[in-house]
């Protein structure tokens, strides 16, 4: 599951929050008033939408992403998706890749609040996103403004068509007051509401996927930056979804073999004010949370007793040396009721 660098054309919503519609966190999609030439859950596949020339199925043309029939009658094409978690959108990415003759002329986005299960007909559809236009083979981003909540949202193609990948950047709800103080919790966990800042590079994969769940499936499913041919080291800057004070820390090596770090260390720092900009630089000079450790090919390493009691942070600098490929990154700690 090789993904490509995130578009660096992308609004910062694509970097600030967590897709919503990603499978891989439990996302689905689950009707569809037509899926005659290409099926409704590609459109949520987390890798980038590709062309197959010659890949004919029973159908027609073998697409990657979700396709309607031409429609012959008034009204139009819709799709309900479960979101992974519910939660607060702020933007969107109507992706027609690869669609060029067979893209919907426009599309809007619908949004309901229903945590007891699949809406029902009595279900209050509120709007996310009015009518836009869309173009053939292009990403659509788009913010959302509303601050409601939603549990599933519904895509509406006008009046048919394909859309390769949706994509819907938002923020995990959680009572986080309701949550116990002795809980130990990952706190840069993507479904939690940890995202990455800043990264150094992501040549050959994104350090996003350092807080994805589970274990990674290949080599592609985690941060991976290119060979370093100068001195220094590579490093993400992390931000925890709640200030916390750090118990245990996981780095996961797995399937990185001839490409792994040698060592890793983390930074860390609770951070009040400043833009996140100004981060990379003051991250430099953050006190160690966790000392230089060695590191091995595909193996999960577990520190506790090297973690450096710091107090509560809100944020981490994640450093390889020199080089290389992680898999996963866990930062497991208890809520801290200091306010960023």
């Not at 694509?14 to 990603?22: C, F, I």
């Not at 993400?236 to 792994?260: M, S, Y």
């Not at 450096?308 to 809100?314: D, F, P, S, V």
Request: with cysteine; glycine share 10%.
């Amino acid at each position: 599951m090789a993904l490509a660098p995130q578009d660096p054309n992308a609004p910062e919503f694509v970097r600030r929050y967590v897709n919503l519609a990603d499978p891989r966190l439990g996302a689905q999609a689950l009707v569809a008033s037509d899926e005659f030439f290409a099926a409704k859950e590609r459109m949520l596949n987390p890798e980038p939408a590709v062309f197959i020339p010659g890949k004919y199925d029973e159908n027609g043309k073998w697409m990657d992403g979700w396709e309607t029939r031409r429609k012959r009658v008034n009204g139009y094409d819709w799709c309900i998706v479960k979101l992974a978690r519910p939660g607060v959108l702020f933007g969107v990415d109507l992706d027609t890749s690869h669609f060029t003759g067979n893209f919907p002329p426009a599309a809007s986005l619908e949004g309901c609040y229903s945590p007891g299960g699949a809406p029902t007909d009595a279900a209050e559809w509120f709007e996310l996103l009015a009518s836009t236009t869309l173009q053939g083979n292009s990403h659509h981003y788009h913010a959302i403004a509303g601050q409601r909540p939603v549990t599933h949202v519904r895509v509406n193609l006008y009046p048919d068509g394909g859309l390769a990948r949706l994509r819907l950047y938002g923020l995990p709800q959680s009572d986080w007051a309701a949550r116990s103080r002795d809980e130990l919790i990952d706190l840069i966990a993507m479904e939690n509401g940890g995202y990455v800042v800043a990264a150094n590079n992501q040549h050959f994969g994104l350090a996003s996927n350092l807080l994805m769940p589970g274990r990674g499936v290949n080599m592609g499913d985690g941060w991976e930056t290119r060979r370093r041919r100068e001195p220094g080291n590579d490093w993400a800057i992390i931000a925890l979804a709640q200030p916390g004070e750090i118990d245990r820390i996981e780095v996961d090596t797995a399937h990185f073999k001839g490409n792994f770090p040698d060592r890793c260390s983390i930074q860390a720092a609770y951070v009040t004010g400043g833009t996140e900009q100004s981060l990379i630089t003051q991250s430099m000079f953050w006190p160690v949370l966790l000392p230089e450790q060695k590191l091995a090919m595909d193996k999960a390493f577990q520190f506790e007793a090297q973690v450096q009691k710091l107090g509560a942070i809100t944020h981490i600098r994640f450093n390889i040396i020199p080089d290389g490929g992680v898999s996963r990154l866990r930062l497991w700690g208890r809520l801290s009721d200091a306010k960023a």
